[in-house]
């Protein structure tokens, strides 16, 4: 197979799965996807959201950073307290640029003090890890690992189904990390995923990768969700895409991420700034904010897509929508975008220019749909 | 009664000097779950090729220009509360509009099922 550039699309390991599954394949981010299985975008939303929905997500990099003094040296790039980040850990941060554009979001897991294993979108992985082998190479081993496969199983019964497959998974709160038989399979499992759900991502040898997605498929509950629905949940879920909602012109605070910063990094922290892009973005903090992220749920039925230009009752243009789509859980057409902070209050009436009309669309807050991540109950 | 087809999927169906309009089944399955579908005001005059509706689903946006000219007689209410009639029934209730037209040349100058067919073929 080929894409528009001549160039080979890559595939993961269970392509033939999903092909005999009936998905439609797209390229994306430099791989053949599924789409969507033959149930559609929307049943496979509203599965995920009542049920359990499988995802093969990996096309994600994945890169091993490990060294001494590991944690210090990556607090020069990564905006995240990594000094204090506990064993086990998931942290979702981002890769910076020196103006505090966003180079990508990531997952971080701290599995040792001196080693974190990232987990970056497809697209910006050859560029992140020139960034990091650039800044750091010296100082720390950088490395891309591949031979793996990452599931996501997502929604209100993936504990259960976990729990029938040997784990149980109540002590294992949202944003943990844990290595442990799934149908005697040795597998990498964090409490984690980007669809606003409770959930996992399952980390597995490529060569294991057939076995447990059969092992998972068995229980009736999990079907195969494509990156349609992927889209459309996280969406949902107010979560954003880098490319998006994120590139390297937008800084945090545009984006609506500034809250990746931990609290020891900001201006008022122990250990203010020293990561790159800092300086930019500590400016930007004591000034009255430019631009917002903002959810809107156009008037109508029609749909308000990615890029539709939003202007004010005059007609000035105050924005775009960064990610526009159709909301399966509220049946209604929803937007993320980003906009003029002066125009971005909740309830605000702004316009989005559609096939040459003006549409209304009100600000509301997100998420649309709200999280519904795992915590340990207290008296476990 | 007899149905055409065009090179953009859509099929038109003849009946005396009335036209029903719909998109075909192949077209419905290349746009996916339909969640809205804006059809075009009745008695409007439309020309060959002006915009006759959006067929919007969840992953694109499919505008349908009118395979031939007429009037607008009639639109398919039903697709304002069920739009995913198209995705079911795409050659049958799932139709869009139909245009009374005196004059059939532009119909029959339309692929027949046949050509269609073979059309689809080399698509694929």
Same mark, same amino acid.
């Given at each position: 197979?080929?894409?528009?550039?001549?160039?080979?699309?890559?595939?993961?390991?269970?392509?033939?799965?999903?092909?005999?599954?009936?998905?439609?394949?797209?390229?994306?981010?430099?791989?053949?996807?599924?789409?969507?299985?033959?149930?559609?975008?929307?049943?496979?939303?509203?599965?995920?959201?009542?049920?359990?929905?499988?995802?093969?997500?990996?096309?994600?990099?994945?890169?091993?950073?490990?060294?001494?003094?590991?944690?210090?040296?990556?607090?020069?790039?990564?905006?995240?307290?990594?000094?204090?980040?506990?064993?086990?850990?998931?942290?979702?941060?981002?890769?910076?640029?020196?103006?505090?554009?966003?180079?990508?979001?990531?997952?971080?897991?701290?599995?040792?003090?001196?080693?974190?294993?990232?987990?970056?979108?497809?697209?910006?992985?050859?560029?992140?890890?020139?960034?990091?082998?650039?800044?750091?190479?010296?100082?720390?081993?950088? *490395?891309?690992?591949?031979?793996?496969?990452?599931?996501?199983?997502?929604?209100?019964? *993936?504990?259960?189904?976990?729990?029938?497959?040997?784990?149980?998974?109540?002590?294992?709160?949202?944003?943990?990390?844990?290595?442990?038989?799934?149908?005697?399979?040795?597998?990498?499992?964090?409490?984690?995923?980007?669809?606003?759900?409770?959930?996992?991502?399952? *980390?597995?040898?490529?060569?294991?990768?057939?076995?447990?997605?059969?092992?998972?498929?068995?229980?009736?509950?999990?079907?195969?969700?494509?990156?349609?629905?992927?889209?459309?949940?996280?969406?949902?879920?107010?979560?954003?895409?880098?490319?998006?909602?994120?590139?390297?012109?937008?800084?945090?605070?545009?984006?609506?991420?500034?809250?990746?910063?931990?609290?020891?990094?900001?201006?008022?922290?122990?250990?203010?700034?020293?990561?790159?892009?800092?300086?930019?973005?500590?400016?930007?903090?004591?000034?009255?904010?430019?631009?917002?992220?903002?959810?809107?749920?156009?008037?109508?039925?029609?749909?308000?897509?990615?890029?539709?230009?939003?202007?004010?009752?005059?007609?000035?243009?105050?924005?775009?929508?960064?990610?526009?789509?159709?909301?399966?859980?509220?049946?209604?057409?929803?937007?993320?975008?980003?906009?003029?902070?002066?125009?971005?209050?909740?309830?605000?009436?702004?316009?989005?220019?559609?096939?040459?009309?003006?549409?209304?669309?009100?600000?509301?807050?997100?998420?649309?749909?709200?999280?519904?991540?795992?915590?340990?109950?207290?008296?476990? | 009664?007899?149905?055409?087809?065009?090179?953009?999927?859509?099929?038109?169906?003849?009946?005396?000097?009335?036209?029903?309009?719909?998109?075909?089944?192949?077209?419905?399955?290349?746009?996916?779950?339909?969640?809205?579908?804006?059809?075009?005001?009745?008695?409007?005059?439309?020309?060959?090729?002006?915009?006759?509706?959006?067929?919007?689903?969840?992953?694109?946006?499919?505008?349908?220009?009118?395979?031939?000219?007429?009037?607008?007689?009639?639109?398919?209410?039903?697709?304002?509360?069920?739009?995913?009639?198209?995705?079911?029934?795409?050659?049958?209730?799932?139709?869009?509009?139909?245009?009374?037209?005196?004059?059939?040349?532009?119909?029959?100058?339309?692929?027949?099922?046949?050509?269609?067919?073979?059309?689809?073929?080399?698509?694929?």
């Amino acid at each position: 197979m080929e894409n528009n550039f001549g160039t080979e699309h890559k595939k993961t390991t269970l392509h033939s799965r999903h092909v005999k599954a009936g998905a439609k394949m797209i390229p994306f981010a430099g791989y053949k996807m599924p789409v969507s299985y033959p149930s559609g975008i929307i049943q496979e939303h509203q599965h995920t959201r009542k049920h359990a929905g499988l995802f093969d997500v990996s096309h994600m990099g994945n890169i091993l950073i490990e060294g001494e003094y590991c944690a210090e040296h990556m607090e020069s790039l990564l905006p995240t307290d990594m000094i204090n980040f506990p064993l086990n850990h998931l942290r979702y941060s981002l890769l910076l640029n020196k103006q505090g554009g966003i180079i990508d979001d990531l997952i971080v897991i701290r599995t040792n003090p001196q080693k974190f294993i990232l987990t970056v979108n497809a697209a910006c992985l050859e560029k992140d890890l020139e960034h990091f082998t650039h800044h750091l190479g010296n100082q720390l081993n950088i *490395s891309k690992v591949s031979g793996k496969t990452l599931l996501a199983l997502q929604g209100p019964e *993936s504990a259960s189904v976990m729990h029938r497959l040997g784990q149980d998974t109540s002590d294992m709160g949202f944003m943990t990390y844990q290595k442990m038989n799934l149908a005697d399979i040795t597998c990498s499992v964090s409490r984690s995923g980007y669809t606003g759900e409770d959930g996992f991502e399952i *980390s597995v040898e490529d060569c294991f990768a057939d076995q447990l997605a059969s092992s998972l498929l068995a229980d009736e509950r999990v079907k195969w969700i494509g990156i349609g629905a992927r889209d459309s949940l996280r969406m949902e879920a107010g979560l954003n895409l880098y490319g998006q909602e994120m590139n390297e012109s937008l800084t945090p605070l545009d984006a609506g991420v500034f809250w990746t910063i931990s609290k020891s990094r900001r201006p008022d922290g122990e250990r203010p700034g020293g990561f790159l892009g800092f300086e930019s973005i500590f400016d930007a903090v004591s000034k009255p904010q430019k631009k917002r992220l903002v959810g809107l749920v156009p008037e109508g039925r029609s749909l308000v897509r990615t890029g539709t230009i939003l202007t004010d009752a005059v007609d000035t243009r105050i924005g775009y929508v960064t990610s526009g789509g159709y909301s399966a859980s509220l049946a209604h057409p929803i937007c993320l975008a980003i906009i003029d902070s002066e125009h971005a209050a909740i309830g605000n009436t702004i316009y989005a220019n559609v096939r040459d009309s003006h549409r209304a669309a009100t600000v509301c807050s997100l998420p649309f749909v709200k999280h519904r991540y795992y915590r340990v109950p207290d008296n476990l | 009664m007899k149905t055409r087809y065009t090179e953009e999927h859509e099929w038109v169906t003849k009946n005396d000097d009335i036209f029903t309009i719909g998109i075909t089944d192949y077209a419905q399955d290349q746009l996916g779950d339909i969640v809205y579908v804006q059809l075009p005001q009745t008695d409007s005059e439309i020309n060959k090729g002006d915009d006759l509706s959006v067929i919007e689903s969840v992953k694109a946006a499919g505008e349908v220009k009118s395979p031939i000219s007429g009037v607008v007689l009639e639109v398919n209410e039903e697709l304002d509360g069920e739009p995913e009639l198209v995705n079911e029934s795409a050659e049958d209730s799932g139709w869009l509009c139909k245009i009374k037209c005196i004059n059939d040349s532009e119909f029959n100058a339309l692929m027949d099922a046949h050509q269609y067919q073979a059309f689809l073929r080399k698509l694929s």
